[in-house]
């Protein structure tokens, strides 16, 4: 159950402290003093988005707190012991207390706490799910779109397991149709593609680059170019080093004669000689070498033509991929490769159609099983939905959950559903949308919430204005049927009918009040004078008199004679 709410500078509430009590809790107040904000912070607390713009204007941030108590056999203990968020001791009373602590930042991001350990928003999802089940207007117009219809249907005959098993295959099919889809997109432009694929890799493949070959060729040029002047250059060099009368060998030669003179009058001279001798050595090696490169120098004007040529179209090529070399030969392998994979399409659309049937016929199977678990709990739902209406005063209403197969699997399965309602005897079954009234509409969402949530197992109902559209007898009515249902549950409703604010357990008052510069909301727990005004408040509007009091002391009394009557 909720045991307590606390609330801090969110919309118009500065700070609110609100205590829930078991069964029967009742919120009034005027329209727009601020209900709806409280039914929001409990929405933080669950798990829903946050926005910026929920922060009390002039505050840094809005905080929100709940804490709930929940058996320690619940699947909420069970995810609170799976984020090491249970004290040890904590349970021997059979209970456990869950608290969760939002806060709302103005700018920047959030953060969440659950007993003190901090989590993401998804996990406050999970650890949350089924303590509380939030009826609203929002849920009024749901219930008139048919697609929310299979759901409510699901949840009553509690087919998790089959619309799980369903789920899952229809995902692995979609996801299968997408491939198979893309296939054969490819498929209709491959020729095209598979052309233009084919020319640039000939294009590449004519020219046939190869590494560091454009490099190799610019050198090459160079000598070609420049040839003659090569084996010039290098028989001048050589006839330098060892020609005759000038030549640098010649002179060489003659100063070793003359050294050699020298070392036989002074030995100490002999290490120059042998450095001469070694100079004299290089140089005759290197005037060989350099006639060795003047005779292989070959002035060859038909090599120089060609190697232009070949330089030329492998500056065409890379101008034209704007590439280098070593970028045409990776483009060219990649082209390859998505040749090659033209080749091996055909067998891939046809094994991802296969796929798409294995698939598919596994998914209806899943459906058909999910189809027949369903036609056996709309018989059921039927009965019971009846059995609540009669209760709420629309004694001979029928409802009929419609199923009908769809052409193709859809996303819910193999059917469509609608609740088609007779409200009164004698009438045709048509659908929610064009025959329920307001009222009409209200007891409906009551029923179905009463029965789903009996399967659910929901720790708190909150009902927010399910009174719409009704008032008089059916309003009393619909306080018993809120009555009957906390008896195995805590309810929160916000009314503002007097009938069913009467009938509480426990009453809350919500007030807007403004010092004419800040409007502020504030809640009050309501002792019993305080509860007899707002009830007398309810019944007569801003003047309460002395027929409204009495009218108010008599729904009070009725209120406790049938929780007396139950007790």
Excluded: W
Excluded at 237 to 252: I, K, N, P, Y
Excluded at 391 to 396: E, F, K, P, S, V
């Amino acid at each position: 159950m909720l045991v307590h709410l606390a609330i801090k500078d969110l919309a118009i509430i500065e700070d609110a402290a609100i205590d829930f009590a078991e069964g029967l809790n009742a919120l009034t107040g005027e329209t727009g003093a601020g209900k709806s904000i409280i039914i929001g912070a409990l929405e933080l607390v669950l798990g829903d988005r946050a926005r910026a713009d929920i922060v009390r204007h002039g505050a840094t941030h809005a905080e929100v707190c709940a804490q709930f108590r929940v058996r320690t056999d619940s699947p909420a203990a069970q995810r609170l012991a799976e984020i090491e968020a249970v004290t040890p001791g904590d349970g021997e009373d059979g209970t456990l207390d869950l608290v969760v602590r939002r806060i709302v930042p103005a700018s920047g991001r959030g953060r969440v706490y659950i007993n003190g350990v901090l989590v993401s928003v998804g996990t406050l999802r999970g650890v949350t799910a089924g303590l509380v089940d939030i009826s609203s207007q929002h849920e009024h117009t749901a219930l008139l779109d048919a697609a929310s219809h299979l759901d409510i249907l699901d949840r009553f005959g509690d087919h998790a397991g089959p619309r799980a098993a369903f789920d899952t295959a229809f995902r692995a099919l979609s996801a299968a149709r997408r491939e198979r889809d893309a296939l054969r997109e490819r498929e209709q432009t491959r020729l095209q593609r598979e052309d233009y694929v084919r020319f640039q890799l000939a294009e590449i493949e004519k020219v046939a680059p190869r590494a560091g070959e454009d490099e190799t060729l610019d050198a090459e040029r160079a000598r070609l170019a420049h040839a003659e002047g090569l084996m010039n250059g290098a028989r001048q060099v050589e006839s330098l080093l060892s020609g005759r009368d000038t030549a640098v060998g010649e002179q060489l030669l003659q100063a070793i004669r003359a050294l050699d003179r020298l070392v036989s009058v002074d030995p100490s001279l002999e290490t120059y000689l042998g450095r001469l001798e070694s100079a004299r050595i290089e140089l005759d090696d290197i005037a060989y070498e350099m006639r060795r490169y003047s005779d292989a120098v070959e002035i060859d004007p038909r090599r120089l033509e060609k190697v232009e040529e070949r330089l030329d179209a492998l500056k065409r090529l890379k101008r034209k991929h704007a590439l280098d070399v070593e970028g045409l030969l990776a483009l060219a392998a990649a082209l390859d490769e998505e040749a090659r994979g033209f080749e091996s399409l055909e067998e891939a659309i046809r094994e991802a159609d296969a796929l798409v049937e294995r698939l598919s016929t596994a998914a209806m199977e899943h459906a058909e099983v999910l189809s027949r678990a369903r036609r056996q709990a709309a018989d059921a739902l039927e009965a019971l939905v009846a059995e609540q209406l009669d209760a709420l005063a629309m004694r001979g209403a029928r409802i009929r959950f419609r199923l009908e197969r769809r052409d193709a699997l859809g996303p819910q399965g193999v059917d469509t559903g609608e609740i088609l309602i007779a409200p009164n005897v004698g009438e045709s079954e048509k659908s929610l949308a064009k025959v329920a009234s307001g009222g009409e509409l209200s007891r409906v969402l009551l029923a179905l919430k009463t029965i789903l949530g009996a399967v659910d197992d929901v720790h708190c109902a909150v009902f927010d204005e399910v009174d719409t559209g009704v008032g008089g007898a059916v309003a009393e009515v619909i306080a018993l049927a809120l009555k009957r249902i906390s008896r195995d549950r805590q309810v929160v409703v916000i009314t503002h009918l007097a009938q069913i604010a009467a009938h509480a357990g426990h009453h809350l008052r919500v007030d807007k009040l403004s010092d004419g510069k800040r409007t502020t909301t504030r809640v009050l727990g309501l002792d019993a004078p305080a509860r007899a005004d707002e009830i007398a408040r309810m019944i007569g509007g801003l003047e309460i008199t002395r027929r409204t009091r009495d009218h108010a002391a008599e729904l009070l009394r009725r209120g406790t004679e049938v929780e007396a009557a139950h007790a």
